[in-house]
């Protein structure tokens, strides 16, 4: 996808109350530059793929731990249950942007959500990422990772990280 215009921006959003706040910014404050770029705001969600269900043999036997993939039909319900609500997600965050006078462009893709961000900043060209701020605490972000860490370290364009006020 090349540049029409001016400079391309992107907002990951995710369920969190924090990618809508952070949507909601960058319509109030750079509205116009968007609207003079010639381009859409890009709406961006990663759907996480499956992960396989841990299985723990029973009591009385042998302690052992291994991944099981699950039959290939639960496998698709779930993908599919997702993809409806990414795409629900999506059409609820692109009203948003109609109702502010912004076009946008949703994109919906299948992926761990730190690499899927960071991928499609490159694929699609965008020239400032904006992300919502999910307050995590110094504990859990360090056991948990933080998406918007690892998008300000790996992504290649400025980051713009919102917070929103307490």
């Known amino acids: 996808m090349a540049e029409k215009f001016g ?3 992107m907002v990951a959003i995710d369920e969190n109350e924090s990618s ?3 949507l909601k910014w960058v319509l109030e404050n750079l509205r ?5 770029s010639g381009n859409p705001l890009v709406i961006f969600m990663a759907q996480p793929s499956p992960k396989p269900i841990p299985f723990a043999a029973s009591l009385g036997s042998a302690r052992i731990y291994c991944p099981v993939s699950a039959f290939p039909e639960f496998v698709n319900s779930v993908q599919e249950k997702n993809m409806r609500v990414s795409l629900a997600l999506l059409e ?3 009203s948003i942007c109609t ?3 912004v076009k946008a462009e949703t994109i919906a893709e299948v992926g761990n959500p730190k690499e ?3 991928n499609a900043v490159q694929k699609y060209e965008i020239n400032l990422l904006a992300l919502g701020d999910c307050g995590l605490g110094k504990i ?3 056991f948990l990772g933080s998406v918007s860490n690892y ?5 290649k364009c400025p980051v713009l990280l919102v917070k929103k006020p307490q």
């Open 116 to 118: 899927a961000i960071c």
């Open 7 to 9: 400079k391309k921006v």
């Open 20 to 22: 809508y706040y952070a």
């Open 99 to 101: 109702s502010h006078g």
């Open 32 to 36: 116009e530059s968007i609207t003079n």
């Open 151 to 155: 998008c300000v370290e790996n992504a």
């Open 92 to 94: 609820k965050a692109k």
């Open 140 to 142: 859990k972000r360090a």
